[in-house]
């Protein structure tokens, strides 16, 4: 077995190489346990449902809603879908133009670190009202600006990781500087840029969530939690942010495995 290998494989408490079964079944015991546990601190009397609901309750209404759970997901999902896609186009072009000159990079650097610190829940109320009360394009924006940091930053770190040896030897054979980008650059900066993306992926739905409780349509995921503990009915209230927990972990998953389809191919 490789070095490479041994690295990558999880190993048991007692030195031992961990099994895909141990790896599999361990999560679930996990979950299992906190559940259980969660149970018998909501049902003892000791925390208020109104703090913490039991999962029972919460499985309920998640039974009785899960129709709503469905479309408001969608509306959700749909929000930082379009945003995941269009912040990362943003950011790998933004990151390919300042990968062309030291100056132009100098003068990104600045505007992306002023934008990975600006507030979401200052900045979504003033889109909400900009774009009107019907308008997704507001939380779309948002989650787009969440997505562009992390992509940005990732794609351009790979457009710096070419070795200096393989450009000269691209050049000694004549090579254009777009030949050079598109044989020896690009390449070496995919694995770079999916990772981003799949950083920006949770990002990109939680910024549409949290964006949802500051005015515009109602309907998604954040606007129906916020609702819904407004009027008391915290155990349909968790059960939408296990909805919402679901979509993150679907996006989180694709592109996990768009990542690593990446890296094969590489």
């Not at 003068?107 to 003033?126: D, F, T």
């Not at 799949?198 to 129906?224: D, K, N, Q, T």
Request: net charge positive; charged share 10%; glycine share 10%.
């Amino acid at each position: 077995m490789s070095t490479a290998t041994r690295t990558r494989t999880p190993v048991g408490p007692l030195g031992r190489t961990a099994s895909p079964a141990e790896r599999a079944i361990a999560p679930v015991v996990l979950g299992v346990v906190v559940v259980g546990t969660w149970q018998l601190l909501a049902g003892s009397g000791l925390v208020e449902a109104y703090l913490l609901p039991s999962p029972a309750a919460i499985g309920e209404e998640i039974v009785e809603f899960w129709h709503s759970m469905l479309s408001a997901g969608a509306i959700t999902g749909l929000n930082a879908l379009v945003g995941l896609v269009a912040g990362s186009l943003l950011g790998i072009v933004a990151a390919l133009i300042a990968s062309t000159s030291r100056l132009i990079d100098g003068m990104l650097a600045p505007i992306v670190a002023a934008l990975a610190v600006i507030p979401i829940v200052a900045l979504a109320p003033v889109l909400n009202t900009m774009f009107g009360a019907d308008s997704q394009t507001g939380r779309q924006l948002i989650a787009s600006l969440a997505a562009f940091v992390p992509v940005f930053i990732t794609t351009a770190r790979g457009l710096r990781q070419t070795q200096p040896v393989h450009r000269e030897l691209m050049t000694s054979f004549a090579a254009t500087p777009w030949q050079v980008m598109r044989t020896i650059t690009l390449p070496t900066a995919v694995p770079y840029t999916f990772t981003g993306i799949r950083l920006a992926s949770s990002l990109a739905v939680i910024s549409a969530l949290v964006a949802e409780y500051f005015g515009g349509p109602r309907g998604g995921l954040g606007g129906l939690i916020s609702t819904s503990a407004a009027s008391s009915a915290y155990p349909r209230a968790w059960a939408y942010v296990v909805a919402a927990i679901v979509l993150g972990l679907a996006f989180y998953l694709v592109t996990l495995a768009l990542e690593r389809w990446a890296s094969r191919r590489r």
